[in-house]
């Protein structure tokens, strides 16, 4: 069954420094997204990707972070200069439609800033 | 303003016994209703959802969830738990037609005794 890798499955950075997250989401998918889960919060929205652009990002979504598809496959999330408050497991999810109402995660990546 | 609640943080119940798991949501539309669960080291995996129609859904695993309109709920149900569904469970509020944006609750972690 095809799914949405991410890697990796965990870094721990120091504040201050720059940050890349990867995925590949499923190779058909034109939707894109990433999320983030604060220990013990609600798993909140980032930002979504389509046709190489941000279609939607939140208030979360600073200049501290980007996203880009480089090549046909990976969709990155990049933190510019990590924060304490960034610590979080990072999922990124990729969808076929925007009507089909599901999207697909993958395993998240934890990201540990000291 | 858009949100879900999931009152129940933890929730422990014996290998066979029936359980239910609440989720309320505030949508300022009509939403599109989503459960997700989560097992340790994996990413969030559908487990059903709700757009129009019947109001009892089925999903995966045998889980079905109800959607009450007048209460604001979509409460997932199992008859009988097994083992293997100790995990997290999601529950998430999205646009019809855009599902550029998620909303999810904080999750309720399920805890099945033997």
């Known amino acids: 069954e095809p799914e949405v890798t991410q890697t990796p499955s965990h870094q721990v950075t120091q504040m201050g420094q720059e940050v890349i997250l990867r995925c590949v989401p499923i190779?058909?998918?034109?939707?894109f997204y990433w999320y983030r889960q604060i220990l013990g919060q609600k798993v909140e929205f980032l930002v979504s990707?389509?046709?190489?652009?941000?279609?939607?990002k939140s208030e979360i979504f600073d200049d501290q972070f980007s996203v880009e598809r480089p090549d046909g496959s990976n969709f990155t999330l990049k933190i510019r200069s990590t924060k304490l408050e960034d610590s979080a497991m990072y999922f990124c999810?990729?969808?076929?439609?925007?009507?089909?109402?599901?999207?697909?995660f993958g395993e998240g990546s934890r990201l540990t800033v000291l | 303003a858009q949100s879900v609640t999931q009152p129940d943080i933890h929730i422990t119940v014996s290998e066979g016994a029936s359980l239910e798991l609440r989720c309320n949501y505030s949508?300022?539309?009509?939403?599109?209703l989503f459960w997700y669960v989560q097992s340790p080291g994996q990413g969030l995996q559908l487990l059903l959802k709700?757009?129009?129609?019947?109001?009892l859904v089925q999903g995966i695993k045998g889980f079905e969830a109800e959607f009450k309109r007048s209460q604001s709920s979509f409460n997932l149900r199992k008859p009988s738990v097994h083992w293997s569904d100790a995990a997290e469970y999601f529950c998430?509020?999205?646009?019809?037609?855009?599902?550029?944006?998620?909303?999810f609750g904080s999750g309720t972690k399920l805890n099945v005794k033997p």
């Open positions: 190779s058909n998918h034109l939707y």
């Open positions: 999810a990729s969808s076929g439609s925007r009507s089909t109402g599901e999207l697909f």
């Open positions: 949508y300022g539309a009509t939403p599109y």
């Open positions: 709700y757009f129009s129609g019947d109001t």
């Open positions: 990707f389509y046709n190489n652009e941000i279609s939607e």
């Open positions: 998430a509020v999205g646009p019809q037609y855009n599902f550029n944006k998620f909303y």
